[in-house]
């Protein structure tokens, strides 16, 4: 076949496929109508519904990721205030509030969540305040949330003004008709990881010396 030969097919082709689109736009109107006419409507109806929730989920793993990325969560505990919790002395209050709400749970949590203990440090000071510092990378919405509420979950609400404000804040991330399921699972986490072995051998540190790396 000759070059002007070969020419002249594409050029047929090219107009014969031109034609093609031009009656089946004309046959079905619209794009959105030619898949309605192939699928069915309550096909259609469900694809879209599903598409909308996939996008929904993947925008709050997207979000608790992006979140995840600003480095590292230091999560803090007050001083020790008389009779707070029901413990008079400030040792008595370290023992039993402070210690545990930092390495029971905060690091327990934070190391099951991340599959990983590496990073994560705690303080307690004599007057019974404390911090534990957790990495943040590769962490969803749920579990960073699981994380700031993992002291209260283990040692209770004293000193953990901060911690309800934060989860709050972290909370408030997701969109809202999402919250509530975000919530639960948080919860769930926090309940199947706290006082866990590595949160013991935290624990064990701090009582030691006051900190834990």
Known sequence: ??????????????????????????????????????????????????????AVVAGVAVVGRAQSRSGKLRIYIRPHRDHAHGVAGVRDYIAQVSIPHEALGHAAVGAAVRGSTSG??????????????????????????????????????????SDRARGARELRQAPRRYRAQVSAEADRLVAQHANSAFGRRVARALERNGRFR
Do not use: K, N
Not at 132 to 153: D, F, H, K, N
């Open 120 to 161: 994560i440090r705690a303080r307690v000071h004599p007057d019974g305040s404390g911090w534990c510092e957790v990495p943040r990378g590769r962490m969803t919405l749920a579990e960073s949330i699981a994380i700031t509420r993992a002291g209260e979950y283990v040692a209770g609400p004293s000193g953990c003004a």
């Open 1 to 54: 076949m000759s070059y002007g030969e070969g020419f002249g097919v594409a050029v047929f082709a090219a107009g014969l496929l031109t034609f093609v689109g031009v009656v089946g736009a004309a046959v079905t109107r619209t794009l959105d109508d030619a898949i309605v006419w192939m699928l069915g409507d309550q096909l259609v109806a469900t694809l879209q519904a599903g598409l909308v929730t996939v």
